[in-house]
Nanobody
Framework: QVQLVESGGGSVQAGGSLRLSCAAS????????AAWFRQAPGKEREGVAA????????YYANSVKGRFTISRDNAKNTLYLQMDNLKPEDTAMYYC?????????????????WGQGTQVTVSS
């Protein structure tokens, strides 16, 4: 049974940094798309970043490009999201998601597996 468990959320001031982790267990797909999403209260869920391990391609939402970095550690079965220069508008619950296949339309495709989320709060 596949499980994704996020950690690393917290409260920081604007301009600060956080690194989110998503530890995967029971995942056996060779080629997969793994992504981070976020949802703020009263807003729709939005894609933040994605990674396709087949070609090590990475993708980012325009709102986080240049500030966030998605990466993975295969040995630890862990996906990361390094978030720098955080802004109050980055405040949200952050979720990791993963599924077999590439990351075409990663922000809109369906994902079979989701984590439970980790809260990020950025104060001004």
């Amino acid at each position: 049974q596949v499980q994704l468990v996020e950690s690393g959320g917290g409260s920081v001031q604007a301009g600060g940094s956080l690194r989110l982790s998503c530890a995967a267990s029971g995942y056996t797909y060779v080629y997969y798309c793994a992504a981070w999403f976020r949802q703020a209260p009263g807003k729709e869920r939005e894609g933040v970043a994605a990674l396709y391990n087949g070609r090590e391609n990475t993708y980012y939402a325009n709102s986080v490009k240049g500030r966030f970095t998605i990466s993975r550690d295969n040995a630890k079965n862990t996906l990361y999201l390094q978030m720098d220069n955080l802004k109050p508008e980055d405040t949200a619950m952050y979720y990791c998601a993963a599924d077999y296949g590439d990351c075409i339309n990663w922000w809109a495709r369906s994902y079979k597996y989701w984590g439970q989320g980790t809260q990020v709060t950025v104060s001004s």
